[in-house]
C-alpha cells in the first residue's frame, strides 16, 4: 500500500526566502510523484511530477523537487518564495497498477512581506 | 488551456437528500476520478471510471454512490441520500490515459454541505 506524510500543515517564510515543502511517501513498488498547489478557489494544478526519468525534477513558477529513495523523500524547493506562491500545496503518490492518487494532507505555505 | 470544470460550486442539501455532482472533463481524456476533501483532512480518492465502467473504486464508494456519464462531455457523481459525513471539497479529475505517467487533471471543486 502507498501513503504519503507531509510534515507541517503550515509553513510561514519571508518573502526571497528559500521555500522548502517536505513529502515523504512510502510504496512497495517504484512510484510516481506529483506536487500540485491549490490556489483559494481553485483546483489542484500539478507543479512538477516524478516518472522515474531524472530524480531532480523541475516544474513550474521556479519550483523544483529531488526524489530520493534512500529517503524515500520527494521535497519541493523554492530558492526565493514570491507573496504570489501562498497556497496549499499537496504531495501525491501514484502507482502503476492503480488508477488512483493517494494525497497528503497538505502544506498551507503563507508568504510574508 | 483545456481545463476542468464542476457544477455547482457550493451545494447545500438537508440530509437524505440526493444530490448530483457534476462535471465536464478535459475533451480528449478518456479517464475520469472523483476525489474528496473533508474539511481538514486529506484528499481521497473515490472512484475511476473507464469505457463507461467503473474501474477501481475506494472503500469510501459504498452503495449511497454512482457515477455516469450521461453524455459525451458530463460525468457525474451521484450521492442518493446524503449524511452529515458526506459533507466534504469533491473533486473531479480526468487523464489521458490510466497510467499515472499521465497526470490527472483536477476540476476547482464542489463544496457539499449536508445539513
Known amino acids: 500500500a502507498q501513503s504519503v506524510t507531509q510534515l507541517g500543515s503550515h509553513v510561514s517564510v519571508s518573502e526571497g526566502a528559500l521555500v522548502l515543502l517536505r513529502c515523504n511517501y512510502s510504496s512497495s513498488v517504484p512510484p510516481y510523484l506529483f506536487w500540485y498547489v491549490q490556489y483559494p478557489n481553485q483546483g489542484l494544478q500539478l507543479l512538477l511530477k516524478y516518472t522515474s526519468a531524472a530524480t531532480l525534477v523541475k516544474g513550474i513558477n521556479g519550483f523544483e523537487a529531488e526524489f530520493k529513495k534512500s529517503e524515500t523523500s520527494f521535497h519541493l524547493t523554492k530558492p526565493s518564495a514570491h507573496m504570489s506562491d501562498a497556497a496549499e500545496y499537496f504531495c501525491?503518490?501514484?502507482?502503476?497498477?492503480?488508477?488512483?492518487?493517494?494525497f497528503g494532507t497538505g502544506t498551507r505555505l503563507k508568504v510574508l512581506a | 488551456e483545456p481545463e476542468v470544470t464542476q457544477t455547482p460550486s457550493h451545494q447545500v442539501t438537508q440530509m437524505g437528500q440526493e444530490v448530483i455532482l457534476r462535471c465536464v472533463p478535459i475533451?480528449?481524456?478518456?479517464?475520469f476520478y472523483w476525489y474528496r476533501q473533508i474539511l481538514g483532512q486529506k484528499v481521497e480518492f473515490l472512484v475511476s471510471f473507464y469505457n463507461n465502467e467503473i474501474s477501481e473504486k475506494s472503500e469510501i464508494f459504498d452503495d449511497q454512490f454512482s457515477v455516469e456519464r450521461p453524455d459525451g462531455s458530463n460525468f457525474t457523481l451521484k450521492i442518493r441520500s446524503t449524511k452529515l459525513e458526506d459533507s466534504a471539497m469533491y473533486f473531479c479529475a480526468s487523464s489521458a490515459s490510466g497510467s499515472p505517467y499521465n497526470e490527472q487533471f483536477f476540476g476547482p471543486g464542489t463544496r457539499l454541505t449536508v445539513l
Open positions: 501525491a503518490v501514484g502507482t502503476s497498477g492503480t488508477y488512483k492518487y493517494i
Open positions: 475533451s480528449n481524456h478518456l479517464y
